[in-house]
Nanobody
Framework: VQLQASGGGLVQSGGSLRLSCAMP????????GGWYRQTPGKQRELVAS???????NYVDSVKGRFTISRDNAKNTLYLQMNSLKPEDTAVYYC???????????????WGQGTLVTVSS
């Protein structure tokens, strides 16, 4: 299943965006969720993850600025991004699955992602 991220766009440095990811109705409530980003020539990196019980982890570069959340009733995964910096510019992807799979990003398929561009 390819999950589609949305909510990206062009924002000035210091601005905010909220990304959304519609999860399929068949997803397991015990699955973890993850937000990833990728820039040209670089590997996709895990930015934030959330377990089924709400435990959250972030890459150091976004700690204190990004917040991951999930609404199981709405089948939606979110990434609130505040105090955005030009280095946050990337295509952002979401995915769900077993926690270890989320940590490794070891998914067989990815959605199109949503582009976030932060201008200085």
């Amino acid at each position: 299943v390819q999950l589609q991220a949305s909510g990206g766009g062009l924002v000035q440095s210091g601005g905010s965006l909220r990304l959304s990811c519609a999860m399929p109705g068949t997803f397991s409530k015990v699955d973890a969720g993850g937000w990833y980003r990728q820039t040209p020539g670089k590997q996709r990196e895990l930015v934030a993850s959330i377990t089924a019980v709400g435990s959250k982890n972030y890459v150091d570069s976004v700690k204190g600025r990004f917040t991951i959340s999930r609404d199981n009733a709405k089948n939606t995964l979110y990434l609130q991004m505040n105090s955005l910096k030009p280095e946050d510019t990337a295509v952002y992807y979401c995915n769900i699955g077993p926690f270890r799979t989320v940590l490794r990003g070891a998914f067989g398929s990815w959605g199109q992602g949503t582009l976030v561009t932060v201008s200085s």
